[in-house]
């Protein structure tokens, strides 16, 4: 549902605003401001400093999480966690339909990377000497795992 952004986290500037958009501050294929309810409207922040790249959930109602790990609770601002190359960020959680358990509005998952070209997608990693596994097959495997956690955690 949302298109792919690339956003370039400058060294040593302000940080970049994670959020849901509001009139003021507009979803933008150069930003992380999202037309997406499970988002709060001051959602986290993202920055560089010292050639290495953090985050830092503010106080959002639905999480910030890297590799799964929640950074906070509900409502509570988080420490800066450092953000590595291939590390998968997911802001929000699913809200699904109690009854159907239709997923009626979507978190936002991304895929981080460290340089400013990500992989293309055609390329491949080498599972074995004879199978080579594209690249978004592995994304789409890590982004399936996230949401059957999530909703594993939900049933729990």
Known sequence: PFNEREVLVQPNSEPLKVGRSVAKLRA??????????????????????DGQVFIKDTKSSNGTFVNSHRLSRSGEESSHALLNDGDIVQFGVDVTEMQTKR??????????????????????????????????????????????????????
């Open 103 to 156: 997923v009626v509005h979507g978190c936002i998952i991304a895929t981080f990377y460290c340089s400013r070209v990500a992989p293309p997608k055609s390329e491949t990693i080498p599972l074995d000497d004879s199978v080579d596994v594209p690249i978004s097959d592995v994304n789409e495997l890590a982004q399936i795992l996230l949401e059957a956690r999530h909703h594993q955690e939900l049933l729990e």
């Open 28 to 49: 933008q294929p150069g930003n992380f401001i999202f037309d997406c309810k499970v988002l709060s409207r001051t959602h986290a922040v993202i920055w560089a400093e």
